[in-house]
Nanobody
Framework: QVQLVESGGGLVQAGGSLRLSCAAS????????MGWYRQAPGKQRDLVAT???????NYADSVKGRFTISRDKVKNTVYLQMNSLKPEDTAVYYC????????????????WGQGTLVTVSS
């Protein structure tokens, strides 16, 4: 069993910054890709950024140049540095990880965190 716990959300004015963290814990054998998604009220959950095990990154066009994803493989933690925040960035941000646990099951399974709310005021 693997758990993801996000932190760092909150209320910030437009133009401000926040840093989200997501720590994975449990019976972790290895973690492949990790990422951040967000869901605004009444909308679908969309990809924000992902980072592969090797470090390559991918960003949604709407956040390129403003957000930076990084990870600490020793701490099994992924971060999202969000700068120049806009009101349209307001959403619940979810952490996602492809994880493999100890045991006979060699599959990588997706795990989701509970989400952290980011509110950007104008």
């Amino acid at each position: 069993q693997v758990q993801l716990v996000e932190s760092g959300g909150g209320l910030v004015q437009a133009g401000g910054s926040l840093r989200l963290s997501c720590a994975a814990s449990g019976s972790i054998f290895s973690i492949n890709a990790m990422g951040w998604y967000r869901q605004a009220p009444g909308k679908q959950r969309d990809l924000v950024a992902t980072i592969a095990s090797g470090g390559s990154t991918n960003y949604a066009d709407s956040v390129k140049g403003r957000f930076t994803i990084s990870r600490d493989k020793v701490k099994n933690t992924v971060y999202l540095q969000m700068n120049s925040l806009k009101p349209e960035d307001t959403a619940v941000y979810y952490c996602n990880a492809a994880t493999r646990t100890y045991g006979l099951d060699v599959r990588y399974l997706e795990v989701w965190g509970q989400g952290t709310l980011v509110t950007v005021s104008s």
